[in-house]
């Protein structure tokens, strides 16, 4: 009975790490891990959250507490449940990593720039690399 306790916990601390380095990922391309960024537009915070996202998926957060690393991951996770399953309903399958990435960067387009190629293709070499390091 204790082995197949540990081996539970085992699988879902991998599923967590797996998922938590999809948001490193994110993270380092858009500023690097740089908690206190502020982008153009007002986003904040290592994903460069926009702040109408923020207010709808922070749970009545400050836009302020977007500094704080576990918070900002919390609001980014949510906001990537509904994008992904808008994804999942509309396409009928998950999202390759590519196309998770562009749900960050570009939710909902259909036309996407060489630019915002180049940023899924960043986050997929990203992903890779960090599975590679963090696996192998």
């Given at each position: 009975?204790?082995?197949?306790?540990?081996?539970?916990?085992?699988?879902?601390?991998?599923?967590?790490?797996?998922?938590?380095?999809?948001?490193?990922?994110?993270?380092?391309?858009?500023?690097?891990?740089?908690?206190k960024a502020v982008g153009a537009v007002?986003?904040?915070?290592?994903?460069?959250?926009?702040?109408?996202?923020?207010?709808?998926?922070?749970?009545?957060?400050?836009?302020?507490?977007?500094?704080?690393?576990?918070?900002?991951?919390t609001v980014a996770q949510r906001v990537m449940k509904d994008r992904v399953n808008w994804f999942i309903q509309t396409h009928r399958r998950q999202p390759s990593e590519r196309e998770w990435a562009l749900l960050w960067h570009k939710p909902f387009s259909k036309r996407f720039s060489r630019a915002d190629r180049d940023y899924a293709m960043c986050f997929d070499n990203l992903r890779s690399l960090d599975v590679n390091l963090t696996y192998n």
């Open positions: 009975m204790k082995l197949i306790t540990i081996l539970i916990m085992f699988i879902g601390i991998c599923a967590c790490h797996a998922q938590y380095d999809r948001y490193n990922c994110l993270a380092m391309i858009e500023t690097g891990n740089n908690d007002g986003e904040v915070g290592r994903y460069q959250i926009k702040p109408d996202v923020w207010e709808q998926y922070s749970g009545g957060l400050p836009l302020s507490a977007a500094q704080d690393p576990f918070k900002s991951w």
